[in-house]
Nanobody, 115 residues
Framework: QVQLVESGGGLVQPGGSLRLSCAASRSIAGLNAWAWYRQPAGKERELVASISREGVTNYGDSVKGRFTISRDNNKNMVYLQMNSLKPEDTAVYYC?????????WGQGTQVTVSS
């Protein structure tokens, strides 16, 4: 079993930047895939970004060119760099890990973009 702990959320002005981090509770060295989802208040959860076992990245249309997903297998972590933030980016952000055929979720971290 793996536990995921997220950090880095907070309040930021439009146009600002944040970096979210997600740490796994044990070694996940080897083949693994990560994703970031977000869920605005009262709305459905949506895929923001993903990185495959081979390192191929994909992004939702609304964040393409502004967000970057990356991972560090030595640290057992995944990151989401968010630039040029907009009020519509406000949501709870969740990391997801696919490892040995199982999915694991972080607890969520709030990102609020407001002036």
């Amino acid at each position: 079993q793996v536990q995921l702990v997220e950090s880095g959320g907070g309040l930021v002005q439009p146009g600002g930047s944040l970096r979210l981090s997600c740490a796994a509770s044990r070694s996940i060295a080897g083949l693994n895939a990560w994703a970031w989802y977000r869920q605005p208040a009262g709305k459905e959860r949506e895929l923001v970004a993903s990185i495959s076992r081979e390192g191929v990245t994909n992004y939702g249309d609304s964040v393409k060119g502004r967000f970057t997903i990356s991972r560090d297998n030595n640290k057992n972590m995944v990151y989401l760099q968010m630039n040029s933030l907009k009020p519509e980016d406000t949501a709870v952000y969740y990391c997801q890990l696919l490892l040995i055929g199982n999915y694991y979720w972080g607890q969520g971290t709030q990102v609020t973009v407001s002036s």
